[in-house]
Structure formats: structure tokens, C-alpha cells
């Protein structure tokens, strides 16, 4: 079955140190995105990808990085510098050879930071 | 600045009646528009879409009204089940490929 991995589904870390979520997908998607959920603000955009080894700041990017060496594999850091790391996060691939394609979403991982 | 806002945080409804979910947006250049549903603890599920050539988009139980002069869309669950209870986004973009914006969510809930 084609899908968007995410990996691990619950992790914890201690502040200052930085931390590597894992999405893979294997539906052939150009396109790749990382969103972050918490309660009450819905889903912002991080970064996002639209051909490997290229990738675009979102609209909250400050304090994670992101790589793009492969097309299936989009892998987020967070890092120390990311003031308020606690949350839900989603990554997501959509076809770009068509317009009206919708995002296919991960299960999340959420990240806890103390 | 919010451009797809959902301005009720919550519904609640009786199981068979009609689910409405309400959406506005602020930037004209959008033109495809999608709903989202979502459980806890699990990524959203696509649910059904529209572009801005359309006014009307029916799949099932479900079907998605857009209003461009009035810059709002809304869904439609007829009849609700309690299956339906989750997290609805309204998500929008502008002709391109360029990233989907969210708004903060509609939580249903159905009450059997």
C-alpha cells in the first residue's frame, strides 16, 4: 500500500537538544511539505518541497531545517533554536503534474520538549 | 493575518439531521478549495474539493458550496453519523503549485 511514513509516532527530548522526525513517502510525489499542529491554530506550514534537492520556507520555518537528497524521504530537525518545539507534527506529498491534487498526509509524531 | 478562517470553534449535532461547517477566505486569488477531516493523534484525510469554476461539489453525503462574491464555502454532512465526529480544516491556494492554506478547524461532534 502507497503511503507517508512518519517516524517515531511520540517523541521526547530535553531542551537544547535537536531532534530529526522522519516522513517517508512511496506514492511517487514530487512535492512535500511539513505542517505543525497545536491546540487552537490549526496547521502551519514549516517548509515545504517541491523537487528533490530544492525546498521553501513556510511561514513559521525559524528554528528547523530540512534536507531534500532523495524524493521519497523529507526528514525536519528541530532544533534548539525553535522557541516553543512542543507540538503535532504532519508531514504531507502531493503529485505536482496536476494543480488540483490534494495533500496525502503522515500520522504525525508528536514531539514533546522539557 | 488569516486568510481561511473558520470562525466557529465547535458544533455539535444530532445524529441524522444536517452538519454545516462554515469557511471564509481573504485572498481573492485563491481558487481550489478542499476539506479536511481529522481523528486525534492522526494525520487529515482528504475529504472532497472544489475549484472556483464551480459552485457546488457533491460526493455522498457530503457536498462543498463555494460562494466566490462572498469569499465563503461551507460543507454539508447529510445525514451526520457519529463516525463523523472529528476535526474538519478548510484548506485553500491559488492557481499554481503552491502550498495549501489551513484554517484553525471546526470540531464536530454527533451526538447519537
Known amino acids: 500500500d502507497g503511503g507517508i511514513t512518519q517516524s517515531p509516532k511520540y517523541l521526547f527530548r530535553k531542551e537544547g537538544q535537536n531532534v530529526t522526525l522522519s516522513c517517508e513517502q512511496n506514492?511517487?510525489?514530487?512535492?512535500m511539505y511539513w505542517y505543525r499542529q497545536d491546540p487552537g491554530q490549526g496547521l502551519r506550514l514549516i517548509y515545504y518541497s517541491q523537487i528533490v534537492n530544492d525546498f521553501q520556507k513556510g511561514d513559521i520555518a525559524e528554528g528547523y531545517s530540512v534536507s531534500r537528497e532523495k524524493k521519497e524521504s523529507f526528514p525536519l530537525t528541530v532544533t534548539s533554536a525553535q522557541k516553543n518545539p512542543t507540538a503535532f507534527y504532519l508531514c504531507a506529498s502531493s503529485t505536482s503534474s496536476s494543480y488540483n491534487s490534494p495533500l496525502h498526509f503522515g500520522n504525525g509524531t508528536r514531539l514533546t520538549v522539557t | 493575518d488569516q486568510q481561511v478562517k473558520q470562525n466557529s470553534p465547535s458544533l455539535s449535532v444530532q445524529e441524522g439531521r444536517i452538519s454545516i461547517l462554515n469557511c471564509d477566505y481573504t485572498?481573492?486569488?485563491?481558487?481550489?478549495f478542499l476539506w479536511y477531516k481529522k481523528y486525534p493523534a492522526e494525520g487529515p484525510t482528504f475529504l472532497i474539493s472544489i475549484s472556483s469554476i464551480k459552485d457546488k461539489n457533491e460526493d455522498g453525503r457530503f457536498t462543498v458550496f463555494l460562494n466566490k462574491s462572498a469569499k465563503h464555502l461551507s460543507l454539508h454532512i447529510v445525514p451526520s453519523q457519529p463516525g463523523d465526529s472529528a476535526v474538519y480544516f478548510c484548506?485553500?491556494?491559488?492557481?499554481?503549485?503552491?502550498?495549501?492554506?489551513f484554517g484553525k478547524g471546526t470540531r464536530l461532534s454527533v451526538i447519537a
Open positions: 484548506a485553500a491556494r491559488p492557481s499554481g503549485n503552491t502550498p495549501l492554506v
Open positions: 506514492l511517487n510525489h514530487d512535492a
Open positions: 485572498n481573492s486569488m485563491f481558487d481550489y
